[in-house]
């Protein structure tokens, strides 16, 4: 492992305590300064950013790293040889210095406020792990909200990572003990649902990065392994929440998660059941959350007919929100029995205009 501009980081004081950023690059000389800069513009100022250079980038990324780092001490650069980007944060974490390691993502842009807000936070809320909300640009537009508290972030871990990456601060100790699985893809959602049980988890109920879409990213490009990290790790999960679960339960909870129509009312009974109970918090977006995903999974099966939107109707107060207002494309779905991917069911959307919320639903 190679390093240089190893000077000693800014000191912190009692109550400032130093944290370090630790950033991968590889590839991304058309980002790369930006991000760097949104980390040096923080308005807490006690911190130090490890960039973990890939020396497999075929770009000018490395070049840049290195000017940036001669004028700045605070960067401090790490250069590996090619290898996956959780080896390069597992190697950033065993060089950071700071009492609180943050994550960031090489193309993304934090907030000025972002590490001043998150550990006054983490200080008001008791959390060892603490996320946000971020803004999309570059390929698609939007916001993307996570639950806030502990419980809520448990139960969305059920269909999708609870607490993004690039959003991250969270206790060196913590980070240390925990070191990111080097042979995994999804290796983030792999760790939070291991460690779920034994810290306190939260999310800040504001944007804290602005993230780049573009088609390179990893999620994008290894679409397939992620698919399979995330089966892998959820049932053991979901068994250690909920240890009373059947293989029948997981099975109904998978298909709600995987996006899959239901063959028959049982399953999709069994299915809206555990999404009311998986709602059942203080957390009104945790609630919203799950509310859509039964919706969805009812319009999936809408080819089981009116049956089909009678048990949506029966379970849907359950999730305590308001009722959809647009129930008449399920119902018309369900008269129909339109089934998913079918050409009639494709020109039904159209005309209905189904697109994203302006809050993304997964």
């Given at each position: 492992m190679?390093?240089?501009n190893?000077?000693t980081?800014?000191?912190?004081?009692k109550?400032?305590?130093?944290?370090?950023?630790?950033?991968?690059?590889?590839?991304?000389?058309?980002?790369?300064a930006?991000?760097?800069?949104?980390?040096?513009?923080?308005?807490y100022s006690?911190?130090?950013?490890?960039?973990?250079?890939?020396?497999?980038s075929k770009?000018?990324s490395a070049?840049?790293?290195?000017?940036?780092?001669a004028?700045?001490n605070?960067?401090r650069?790490?250069?590996?040889?090619h290898?996956?980007?959780?080896?390069?944060?597992n190697?950033?974490?065993?060089?950071?210095c700071?009492?609180?390691i943050?994550?960031m993502?090489?193309?993304d842009?934090?907030?000025?406020?972002r590490l001043?807000?998150?550990?006054a936070?983490?200080?008001?809320?008791?959390v060892?792990i603490?996320?946000?909300?971020?803004?999309k640009?570059?390929?698609?537009?939007?916001?993307?909200?996570?639950?806030?508290?502990?419980?809520?972030?448990?139960?969305?871990?059920?269909?999708r990572?609870?607490i993004l990456?690039?959003?991250?601060?969270?206790?060196?100790?913590?980070a240390?003990?925990?070191?990111?699985?080097e042979?995994?893809?999804?290796?983030?959602?792999?760790?939070?649902?291991?460690?779920?049980?034994?810290?306190?988890?939260?999310?800040?109920?504001?944007?804290?990065?602005?993230c780049?879409?573009?088609?390179?990213q990893?999620?994008?490009v290894d679409?397939?392994?992620?698919?399979s990290?995330?089966?892998?790790?959820?049932?053991?999960?979901?068994?250690?929440l909920?240890?009373?679960?059947?293989?029948?339960?997981?099975?109904?909870?998978?298909?709600?998660?995987?996006?899959?129509?239901?063959?028959?009312?049982?399953?999709l009974?069994?299915?809206?059941?555990?999404?009311?109970?998986?709602?059942?918090?203080?957390?009104n977006?945790?609630?919203?959350r799950?509310a859509?995903?039964?919706?969805?999974?009812c319009?999936r099966s809408?080819?089981?007919?009116?049956?089909?939107?009678?048990?949506?109707?029966?379970?849907?107060?359950?999730f305590?929100?308001?009722?959809?207002?647009?129930?008449?494309k399920?119902?018309?779905?369900?008269?129909?029995?339109?089934k998913?991917?079918?050409?009639?069911?494709?020109?039904?959307?159209?005309?209905?205009?189904?697109?994203r919320?302006a809050?993304?639903i997964?």
């Amino acid at each position: 492992m190679k390093r240089n501009n190893l000077s000693t980081p800014q000191m912190a004081s009692k109550g400032n305590p130093l944290i370090s950023v630790v950033m991968p690059v590889y590839n991304r000389e058309r980002y790369v300064a930006d991000t760097i800069r949104s980390i040096l513009n923080q308005t807490y100022s006690p911190l130090e950013l490890i960039v973990v250079v890939d020396n497999g980038s075929k770009d000018n990324s490395a070049g840049i790293v290195h000017d940036m780092a001669a004028s700045d001490n605070r960067v401090r650069p790490i250069y590996l040889s090619h290898g996956s980007q959780w080896r390069a944060r597992n190697a950033g974490v065993a060089m950071a210095c700071g009492d609180y390691i943050a994550h960031m993502d090489d193309d993304d842009i934090a907030l000025p406020e972002r590490l001043t807000d998150q550990l006054a936070w983490m200080h008001q809320t008791g959390v060892d792990i603490c996320g946000g909300c971020i803004k999309k640009f570059g390929a698609e537009n939007g916001i993307i909200w996570f639950p806030e508290t502990h419980q809520a972030i448990c139960h969305e871990l059920v269909f999708r990572i609870g607490i993004l990456l690039p959003t991250v601060l969270m206790r060196a100790n913590i980070a240390r003990a925990h070191p990111y699985d080097e042979t995994l893809v999804y290796s983030d959602y792999a760790m939070l649902t291991r460690i779920a049980h034994q810290y306190r988890l939260g999310n800040m109920p504001q944007i804290l990065v602005k993230c780049c879409y573009h088609d390179q990213q990893i999620h994008i490009v290894d679409g397939a392994a992620f698919k399979s990290d995330e089966c892998l790790y959820r049932q053991p999960y979901v068994r250690s929440l909920f240890p009373e679960a059947t293989s029948g339960d997981y099975e109904a909870i998978a298909r709600v998660a995987e996006k899959k129509p239901f063959n028959n009312m049982a399953d999709l009974k069994r299915a809206g059941n555990w999404l009311a109970r998986l709602a059942q918090t203080p957390d009104n977006f945790l609630r919203q959350r799950m509310a859509d995903r039964w919706q969805s999974a009812c319009m999936r099966s809408a080819h089981l007919g009116l049956d089909c939107y009678r048990l949506y109707k029966q379970i849907a107060p359950q999730f305590g929100i308001p009722v959809a207002s647009h129930l008449w494309k399920l119902k018309t779905a369900c008269a129909f029995q339109l089934k998913t991917g079918s050409r009639r069911e494709v020109f039904l959307r159209k005309i209905w205009n189904i697109g994203r919320h302006a809050v993304e639903i997964t």
